[in-house]
C-alpha cells in the first residue's frame, strides 16, 4: 500500500513538473529572445544560446515616445475599464438580486449569454458606434466599450456575492435608520470586498491584454502595449527581438500583480460560492 501510494505521488509529481516546464517554456524563449539581436533572434534555433546578451532593445523601448504613450493609454484605459466595469456591474448586480425587475431572469439570461458569444460578430457594429458619435480613436471611446462588454461578467460575478449576503443583514440595517445608500456603502460593500477584488482583477487582466479593440477603435491616441507591440511585424520584416522585449514588459506588470492580489483572489472566487 505504501508503495502504491508512492509511485502515484511520483507520477503526479513528475506531470505537474512536466507541465509546468511545458507552461513556462515559451515565457522562457520570450525572455531570451528579448535579450539578443535581431541576427540572434534570427539565427537558427542550434545557435539559440550562442549569443551576446544585450538590454538594447529594452533602452530603445523606454527612450520611444510612441511606446511611453501606448503604456500611458494602456494604465488610464485599464484602470478607467476597471473603475466602471465593478462600479456598474456591482450596482446592477444589486438591482438584479434585491430588487423587483422586470423581467430580471431574462436579463440575468442575456448577460450569460453574451460572455458566449463571439466577439468578433461585435467588432463591426462597435467600430460604426464609436465613429458615429465622435468618440474613435479616444481614451473615453475605448473605456466606455470595454465597459460595456466586461459589466455583463461583472455583474453575473458580483450577483453571486449579493445572494450570498442575508437579506436580513440589510432588514437590521434599515431598522437601525440607514438609506440605501449607507446600507451599501458602509454595509454591503465591506461585506463584498473579496467580491469586488476578484471582479477588479479578472477585468483589469482582460483590459491589458486587449488587443482587437484597440486596434479596431483607434490609430495612435489609443494605440496600447499590445497593439504596439504588432507594429513590429509586417511584411517586409519581424524584428523578433523588440517584439519580445515588448512583451516582456507587457507581461511583467500583469505577472507581478497577479501574484500580489492571488490570495484575495483565490478568497474572492471561494467566497462567492458560499452561502453566509
Known sequence: MRIERTVQRLVA?????VACLLALFPLFWVVLTSIKRNVDANSPSVNAFAFTPTLQNYADLFNSPVFLHAALTTAV???GTTLGSVLVGTL??????RLW???RRVLVGMMVLLQVVPFLVLIVPLFNIVSAVGLYDTWIGLIVVQVGLFTPFVTWLMLAFFRSVPVEVEEAAFVDGV????LFRYVLVPMLAPGLVAAGIFTAIASWNSFLLPVVLGQTVTQTLTAFAATFA????LLWAQMCA???????PIVIFTLIMQRPLVNGITAGSLKS
Open 13 to 17: 509529481h513528475v506531470v505537474l513538473i
Open 77 to 79: 484605459t485599464t484602470a
Open 92 to 97: 446592477t448586480a444589486y438591482g438584479l438580486g
Open 101 to 103: 425587475v422586470f423581467g
Open 179 to 182: 438609506n440605501r445608500y449607507q
Open 234 to 237: 509586417s511584411s517586409e520584416q
Open 246 to 252: 515588448t512583451a516582456v514588459v507587457i507581461l511583467a
